[in-house]
Protein backbone atom coordinates (compact mmCIF):
# COMPACT_ATOMS: atom_id res chain seq x y z
CA UNK A 1 0.00 0.00 0.00
CA UNK A 2 1.35 3.20 -0.64
CA UNK A 3 -0.04 7.03 -0.24
CA UNK A 4 1.61 10.34 0.05
CA UNK A 5 0.63 13.25 2.24
CA UNK A 6 -0.53 15.72 -0.26
CA UNK A 7 -3.65 15.52 -1.19
CA UNK A 8 -6.61 15.82 -0.17
CA UNK A 9 -7.67 12.94 2.66
CA UNK A 10 -9.47 14.22 5.41
CA UNK A 11 -8.13 12.32 7.85
CA UNK A 12 -11.51 10.70 9.52
CA UNK A 13 -11.78 7.84 7.78
CA UNK A 14 -15.58 8.44 7.02
CA UNK A 15 -16.30 9.14 10.42
CA UNK A 16 -17.73 6.19 9.04
CA UNK A 17 -15.97 5.22 5.22
CA UNK A 18 -16.21 8.20 3.28
CA UNK A 19 -13.84 11.06 4.65
CA UNK A 20 -10.71 9.64 2.54
CA UNK A 21 -10.76 11.24 -0.73
CA UNK A 22 -8.29 11.25 -3.53
CA UNK A 23 -6.11 9.63 -4.81
CA UNK A 24 -3.35 7.23 -5.01
CA UNK A 25 -0.86 7.59 -5.58
CA UNK A 26 -2.40 9.19 -3.35
CA UNK A 27 -4.72 7.23 -1.12
CA UNK A 28 -8.04 6.77 -0.63
CA UNK A 29 -11.40 4.92 -0.08
CA UNK A 30 -13.60 7.87 -1.76
CA UNK A 31 -15.67 10.35 -0.32
CA UNK A 32 -15.93 13.40 -2.36
CA UNK A 33 -15.59 11.50 -5.51
CA UNK A 34 -17.93 11.52 -8.37
CA UNK A 35 -18.28 15.77 -7.60
CA UNK A 36 -19.39 17.93 -9.87
CA UNK A 37 -17.16 20.91 -10.63
CA UNK A 38 -18.37 24.25 -9.07
CA UNK A 39 -20.26 25.18 -12.06
CA UNK A 40 -22.29 21.82 -11.68
CA UNK A 41 -22.56 21.61 -8.36
CA UNK A 42 -24.17 23.75 -5.48
CA UNK A 43 -21.81 25.44 -3.08
CA UNK A 44 -22.64 24.96 0.55
CA UNK A 45 -23.52 28.54 0.64
CA UNK A 46 -26.11 28.05 -2.11
CA UNK A 47 -27.19 24.69 -1.96
CA UNK A 48 -30.48 24.24 0.53
CA UNK A 49 -33.18 21.11 1.19
CA UNK A 50 -34.53 21.56 -2.08
CA UNK A 51 -32.10 19.86 -4.11
CA UNK A 52 -32.41 16.99 -0.99
CA UNK A 53 -34.83 14.13 -0.45
CA UNK A 54 -35.43 11.61 2.58
CA UNK A 55 -32.21 11.55 4.22
CA UNK A 56 -31.23 14.75 3.71
CA UNK A 57 -33.86 16.76 5.79
CA UNK A 58 -33.07 14.62 8.36
CA UNK A 59 -29.22 15.52 8.23
CA UNK A 60 -30.36 19.27 8.23
CA UNK A 61 -32.96 18.69 11.17
CA UNK A 62 -31.07 16.75 13.39
CA UNK A 63 -27.99 19.53 13.18
CA UNK A 64 -30.25 22.22 13.84
CA UNK A 65 -31.69 20.27 16.76
CA UNK A 66 -28.47 20.14 18.72
CA UNK A 67 -27.40 23.71 17.83
CA UNK A 68 -30.67 24.64 19.32
CA UNK A 69 -30.08 22.21 22.02
CA UNK A 70 -26.53 23.53 22.31
CA UNK A 71 -25.04 20.44 21.41
CA UNK A 72 -22.65 19.77 18.35
CA UNK A 73 -24.49 20.10 15.00
CA UNK A 74 -21.62 18.27 13.30
CA UNK A 75 -21.88 15.13 15.85
CA UNK A 76 -25.29 14.98 15.13
CA UNK A 77 -25.29 15.31 11.73
CA UNK A 78 -22.54 12.08 11.81
CA UNK A 79 -25.52 10.06 13.80
CA UNK A 80 -28.08 11.09 11.04
CA UNK A 81 -25.48 9.67 7.97
CA UNK A 82 -24.91 6.72 9.71
CA UNK A 83 -28.47 5.62 10.43
CA UNK A 84 -29.43 6.96 6.87
CA UNK A 85 -27.47 3.95 5.45
CA UNK A 86 -26.38 6.60 3.25
CA UNK A 87 -22.51 4.67 2.39
CA UNK A 88 -20.90 7.74 0.64
CA UNK A 89 -22.50 9.74 3.04
CA UNK A 90 -20.23 12.00 5.72
CA UNK A 91 -19.98 15.19 7.19
CA UNK A 92 -16.95 17.71 7.00
CA UNK A 93 -15.42 20.13 9.77
CA UNK A 94 -15.73 23.23 7.71
CA UNK A 95 -11.87 23.12 7.72
CA UNK A 96 -11.54 19.51 6.33
CA UNK A 97 -14.39 21.09 3.68
CA UNK A 98 -11.98 23.65 2.72
CA UNK A 99 -9.20 21.21 2.05
CA UNK A 100 -11.29 18.98 -0.06
CA UNK A 101 -12.25 21.99 -2.51
CA UNK A 102 -8.41 23.12 -2.67
CA UNK A 103 -7.86 19.33 -3.15
CA UNK A 104 -9.98 19.72 -6.16
CA UNK A 105 -8.56 22.60 -7.54
CA UNK A 106 -5.15 20.45 -7.43
CA UNK A 107 -3.12 22.26 -4.75
CA UNK A 108 -2.44 20.58 -0.91
CA UNK A 109 -0.55 21.53 1.50
CA UNK A 110 2.23 19.50 2.94
CA UNK A 111 5.85 18.50 2.75
CA UNK A 112 5.43 16.83 -0.42
CA UNK A 113 6.83 13.57 0.00
CA UNK A 114 5.11 10.38 -0.95
CA UNK A 115 5.33 6.88 2.08
CA UNK A 116 4.92 3.28 1.65
CA UNK A 117 4.62 0.43 4.01
CA UNK A 118 7.05 -2.36 3.79
CA UNK A 119 6.46 -6.18 4.65
CA UNK A 120 8.32 -5.83 7.71
CA UNK A 121 6.20 -2.47 9.07
CA UNK A 122 8.62 0.13 8.32
CA UNK A 123 8.24 3.34 6.44
CA UNK A 124 9.53 4.25 3.93
CA UNK A 125 9.68 7.71 1.69
CA UNK A 126 8.59 6.35 -1.87
CA UNK A 127 8.80 9.77 -3.76
CA UNK A 128 10.01 13.33 -3.03
CA UNK A 129 8.22 16.28 -5.02
CA UNK A 130 10.05 18.43 -6.49
CA UNK A 131 10.87 22.15 -5.37
CA UNK A 132 8.94 20.51 -2.17
CA UNK A 133 9.89 21.71 1.39
CA UNK A 134 11.04 17.68 1.88
CA UNK A 135 13.40 17.88 -0.68
CA UNK A 136 15.04 21.03 0.45
CA UNK A 137 15.52 19.23 3.43
CA UNK A 138 16.98 16.36 1.79
CA UNK A 139 15.37 14.13 2.12
CA UNK A 140 15.49 11.25 -0.67
CA UNK A 141 13.49 8.63 -1.93
CA UNK A 142 14.25 5.29 -0.26
CA UNK A 143 14.46 7.02 3.33
CA UNK A 144 13.26 5.49 6.47
CA UNK A 145 10.30 7.94 7.69
CA UNK A 146 10.73 6.80 11.61
CA UNK A 147 8.56 9.62 13.66
CA UNK A 148 6.03 12.70 13.00
CA UNK A 149 6.41 15.16 15.53
CA UNK A 150 7.96 12.16 17.77
CA UNK A 151 5.15 9.69 17.24
CA UNK A 152 6.61 6.41 15.93
CA UNK A 153 5.20 5.46 12.87
CA UNK A 154 6.66 1.60 12.17
CA UNK A 155 3.61 -0.26 11.50
CA UNK A 156 0.86 2.09 11.11
CA UNK A 157 -1.24 2.25 8.30
CA UNK A 158 -0.62 4.66 5.57
CA UNK A 159 -3.41 6.71 6.05
CA UNK A 160 -2.48 7.14 9.31
CA UNK A 161 1.46 7.95 8.27
CA UNK A 162 -0.16 10.63 5.78
CA UNK A 163 -2.50 12.35 8.71
CA UNK A 164 0.10 13.06 10.53
CA UNK A 165 2.46 14.17 7.93
CA UNK A 166 -0.24 16.85 6.92
CA UNK A 167 -1.81 17.81 10.22
CA UNK A 168 -5.10 18.36 11.73
CA UNK A 169 -7.22 20.02 8.62
CA UNK A 170 -8.43 22.56 11.15
CA UNK A 171 -5.02 24.13 11.47
CA UNK A 172 -2.28 22.82 10.13
CA UNK A 173 -1.79 25.58 7.38
CA UNK A 174 1.19 26.49 5.21
CA UNK A 175 4.21 27.61 7.50
CA UNK A 176 2.99 25.32 10.34
CA UNK A 177 5.86 23.32 11.65
CA UNK A 178 6.17 18.97 11.85
CA UNK A 179 9.58 17.15 13.00
CA UNK A 180 10.26 13.96 10.92
CA UNK A 181 12.74 11.28 12.58
CA UNK A 182 14.76 10.25 9.42
CA UNK A 183 16.94 7.05 8.90
CA UNK A 184 19.28 6.57 5.84
CA UNK A 185 21.48 3.84 5.89
CA UNK A 186 23.15 3.77 9.52
CA UNK A 187 22.89 7.35 9.98
CA UNK A 188 19.56 8.78 11.62
CA UNK A 189 18.71 12.32 12.04
CA UNK A 190 15.68 14.87 12.76
CA UNK A 191 14.59 17.82 10.39
CA UNK A 192 11.69 20.18 10.94
CA UNK A 193 9.84 21.21 7.95
CA UNK A 194 7.28 24.18 7.35
CA UNK A 195 4.34 22.36 5.58
CA UNK A 196 3.71 24.09 2.02
CA UNK A 197 0.70 24.92 -0.27
CA UNK A 198 2.22 22.70 -3.40
CA UNK A 199 0.68 21.96 -7.00
CA UNK A 200 -0.25 17.74 -7.49
CA UNK A 201 1.05 16.24 -10.28
CA UNK A 202 -2.52 14.57 -11.65
CA UNK A 203 -1.20 13.49 -15.18
CA UNK A 204 1.58 12.18 -16.24
CA UNK A 205 3.36 11.05 -19.56
CA UNK A 206 5.88 8.90 -20.32
CA UNK A 207 7.63 7.73 -24.13
CA UNK A 208 7.86 3.66 -23.61
CA UNK A 209 10.72 2.38 -26.02
CA UNK A 210 8.28 0.76 -28.67
CA UNK A 211 6.60 4.52 -29.04
CA UNK A 212 3.65 3.76 -26.84
CA UNK A 213 2.11 6.74 -24.54
CA UNK A 214 1.45 6.16 -21.27
CA UNK A 215 -0.93 8.90 -19.93
CA UNK A 216 -0.97 8.12 -16.17
CA UNK A 217 -4.14 10.19 -14.88
CA UNK A 218 -3.95 10.16 -10.49
CA UNK A 219 -7.14 12.08 -10.33
CA UNK A 220 -9.67 13.92 -12.32
CA UNK A 221 -8.74 17.46 -10.42
CA UNK A 222 -9.07 20.96 -12.05
CA UNK A 223 -8.14 21.30 -15.94
CA UNK A 224 -6.85 17.58 -16.22
CA UNK A 225 -8.89 16.94 -18.73
CA UNK A 226 -7.34 19.49 -21.01
CA UNK A 227 -4.52 18.48 -20.01
CA UNK A 228 -5.48 14.57 -21.48
CA UNK A 229 -6.76 16.18 -24.14
CA UNK A 230 -2.76 17.92 -24.66
CA UNK A 231 -0.81 14.13 -24.08
CA UNK A 232 -2.55 12.97 -26.84
CA UNK A 233 -2.47 15.90 -29.28
CA UNK A 234 1.22 15.71 -28.69
CA UNK A 235 1.99 11.94 -28.64
CA UNK A 236 3.70 10.45 -32.04
CA UNK A 237 0.80 9.88 -34.30
CA UNK A 238 1.47 6.35 -35.56
CA UNK A 239 1.04 4.69 -32.08
CA UNK A 240 -1.03 3.68 -29.53
CA UNK A 241 -1.92 5.50 -25.97
CA UNK A 242 -2.17 3.45 -22.48
CA UNK A 243 -4.76 5.86 -20.50
CA UNK A 244 -3.61 4.55 -16.89
CA UNK A 245 -6.24 4.89 -14.57
CA UNK A 246 -5.05 2.80 -11.83
CA UNK A 247 -5.13 4.07 -8.40
CA UNK A 248 -7.61 6.92 -9.65
CA UNK A 249 -10.32 7.21 -7.07
CA UNK A 250 -12.29 9.94 -9.16
CA UNK A 251 -12.68 13.62 -8.75
CA UNK A 252 -14.49 16.37 -10.63
CA UNK A 253 -16.97 14.40 -13.45
CA UNK A 254 -16.66 17.84 -15.74
CA UNK A 255 -12.86 16.94 -15.68
CA UNK A 256 -13.77 13.03 -16.64
CA UNK A 257 -16.02 13.95 -19.41
CA UNK A 258 -13.49 16.74 -20.89
CA UNK A 259 -10.37 13.88 -20.99
CA UNK A 260 -13.35 11.76 -22.84
CA UNK A 261 -13.36 14.30 -25.08
CA UNK A 262 -10.02 13.43 -26.42
CA UNK A 263 -10.78 9.94 -27.54
CA UNK A 264 -14.58 10.56 -28.76
CA UNK A 265 -16.28 12.69 -31.66
CA UNK A 266 -18.96 13.66 -29.06
CA UNK A 267 -21.93 11.53 -28.12
CA UNK A 268 -22.76 10.39 -24.38
CA UNK A 269 -20.26 9.53 -21.80
CA UNK A 270 -22.59 9.13 -19.18
CA UNK A 271 -26.26 9.75 -17.97
CA UNK A 272 -27.30 10.08 -14.24
CA UNK A 273 -29.51 11.60 -11.75
CA UNK A 274 -29.85 14.07 -8.70
CA UNK A 275 -33.29 13.84 -6.73
CA UNK A 276 -34.85 11.70 -9.78
CA UNK A 277 -34.69 13.86 -11.62
CA UNK A 278 -32.46 12.61 -14.86
CA UNK A 279 -29.65 14.16 -16.74
CA UNK A 280 -26.43 13.11 -19.64
CA UNK A 281 -23.09 13.84 -19.98
CA UNK A 282 -22.12 14.29 -23.77
CA UNK A 283 -18.13 14.59 -25.25
CA UNK A 284 -17.42 17.33 -27.07
CA UNK A 285 -16.68 16.96 -30.94
CA UNK A 286 -13.30 16.67 -32.40
CA UNK A 287 -11.46 13.49 -30.11
CA UNK A 288 -9.13 11.05 -31.83
CA UNK A 289 -11.17 8.22 -32.70
CA UNK A 290 -8.76 6.37 -34.44
CA UNK A 291 -5.63 5.66 -32.30
CA UNK A 292 -5.65 2.70 -30.56
CA UNK A 293 -6.78 2.58 -26.90
CA UNK A 294 -5.94 0.36 -23.89
CA UNK A 295 -7.40 2.27 -20.59
CA UNK A 296 -5.68 0.02 -17.35
CA UNK A 297 -7.98 -0.19 -14.11
CA UNK A 298 -8.11 -1.70 -10.98
CA UNK A 299 -9.53 -1.98 -7.76
CA UNK A 300 -8.78 1.60 -6.85
CA UNK A 301 -10.18 2.85 -10.07
CA UNK A 302 -13.35 5.01 -8.97
CA UNK A 303 -15.82 7.26 -9.29
CA UNK A 304 -15.20 9.53 -12.16
CA UNK A 305 -12.52 7.29 -13.41
CA UNK A 306 -14.76 4.49 -13.39
CA UNK A 307 -17.48 6.82 -15.80
CA UNK A 308 -15.09 7.63 -18.30
CA UNK A 309 -13.50 3.81 -18.25
CA UNK A 310 -17.87 2.71 -18.61
CA UNK A 311 -17.73 5.21 -21.50
CA UNK A 312 -14.71 4.48 -23.68
CA UNK A 313 -15.74 0.63 -23.12
CA UNK A 314 -19.31 0.82 -23.94
CA UNK A 315 -18.63 3.00 -27.25
CA UNK A 316 -15.88 0.67 -28.50
CA UNK A 317 -13.44 3.13 -27.81
CA UNK A 318 -10.40 1.31 -26.02
CA UNK A 319 -9.70 -2.19 -24.58
CA UNK A 320 -10.45 -2.30 -20.67
CA UNK A 321 -7.03 -3.89 -19.06
CA UNK A 322 -6.31 -4.78 -15.74
CA UNK A 323 -8.78 -5.92 -12.81
CA UNK A 324 -12.88 -4.94 -11.90
CA UNK A 325 -12.87 -1.54 -10.57
CA UNK A 326 -14.44 -0.49 -7.33
CA UNK A 327 -17.77 0.20 -7.81
CA UNK A 328 -18.47 3.95 -6.73
CA UNK A 329 -20.98 5.02 -9.49
CA UNK A 330 -22.30 7.78 -7.00
CA UNK A 331 -22.90 11.62 -6.67
CA UNK A 332 -22.69 14.20 -4.17
CA UNK A 333 -23.66 17.63 -3.32
CA UNK A 334 -22.99 19.52 -0.19
CA UNK A 335 -25.41 21.26 2.56
CA UNK A 336 -24.20 23.88 4.88
CA UNK A 337 -25.01 22.89 8.58
CA UNK A 338 -25.59 25.34 11.03
CA UNK A 339 -22.06 25.41 12.55
CA UNK A 340 -20.45 26.04 9.39
CA UNK A 341 -19.67 22.20 8.60
CA UNK A 342 -20.73 20.52 5.27
CA UNK A 343 -22.54 17.39 4.69
CA UNK A 344 -22.07 15.36 1.73
CA UNK A 345 -24.93 13.54 1.05
CA UNK A 346 -25.91 10.90 -2.51
CA UNK A 347 -28.09 12.85 -4.57
CA UNK A 348 -28.27 10.07 -6.88
CA UNK A 349 -26.25 7.38 -9.17
CA UNK A 350 -24.96 7.98 -12.96
CA UNK A 351 -24.85 4.89 -15.82
CA UNK A 352 -22.78 4.10 -18.43
CA UNK A 353 -23.88 4.99 -21.99
CA UNK A 354 -25.20 1.60 -22.25
CA UNK A 355 -26.80 1.55 -19.25
CA UNK A 356 -24.95 -0.21 -17.01
CA UNK A 357 -24.88 0.81 -13.60
CA UNK A 358 -21.44 0.99 -11.75
CA UNK A 359 -22.46 1.57 -8.10
CA UNK A 360 -21.41 -1.69 -5.95
CA UNK A 361 -20.39 -3.62 -9.06
CA UNK A 362 -17.77 -1.71 -10.68
CA UNK A 363 -16.53 -2.01 -14.51
CA UNK A 364 -15.01 -5.67 -15.42
CA UNK A 365 -12.16 -5.06 -17.69
CA UNK A 366 -11.97 -6.89 -21.63
CA UNK A 367 -8.95 -8.65 -19.85
CA UNK A 368 -8.04 -9.43 -17.02
CA UNK A 369 -4.13 -8.91 -15.87
CA UNK A 370 -3.13 -7.68 -12.14
CA UNK A 371 1.01 -7.99 -12.25
CA UNK A 372 2.36 -6.80 -15.77
CA UNK A 373 -0.98 -4.91 -16.12
CA UNK A 374 1.50 -2.53 -18.23
CA UNK A 375 3.71 -5.34 -20.69
CA UNK A 376 -0.48 -6.98 -21.12
CA UNK A 377 -1.36 -3.34 -22.48
CA UNK A 378 1.80 -3.13 -25.06
CA UNK A 379 0.93 -6.30 -26.38
CA UNK A 380 -2.80 -5.54 -26.72
CA UNK A 381 -1.87 -2.45 -28.70
CA UNK A 382 0.22 -4.05 -30.70
CA UNK A 383 -2.60 -6.27 -31.75
CA UNK A 384 -4.66 -3.28 -32.47
CA UNK A 385 -2.51 -2.69 -35.61
CA UNK A 386 -1.52 0.94 -36.88
CA UNK A 387 -4.73 2.76 -37.48
CA UNK A 388 -3.26 4.83 -40.62
Known sequence: MSGRDPFCEPRRIRRGAA??????????????TGSFSDADRKS????SRSTSAG???????????????GKSPMEAAERAVSRSGDRWGAVYSQGEYEEFEEALDGQYTGVGLWARREPDGRIEVSRVQTGSPAETAGIRKGDRLRSVDGEKVDGRPVTEVVSLLRGDADDAAAGTRVRLGLERGTAAWSRTLRRAKLSTDSVTVQKLPGGVTVIKVAAFT?????????????????????????????GLVTEAVTAASAFLDGGLVATYDVDGDQRALHAAPGGDTTRPLVALVDGGTMSAAELLTGALQDRGRAVVVGSRTFGKGSVQMPSPLPDGSVAELTVGHYRTPSGRGVDGRGITPDLEADDGALERAETVLSGLGDPS
Open 19 to 32: LTLVFASVLVAGAA
Open 44 to 47: PSTA
Open 55 to 69: HHEDVSEAAARAMAD
Open 222 to 250: KGVGDAVRTAVDEAPRRAGIVLDLRGNSG
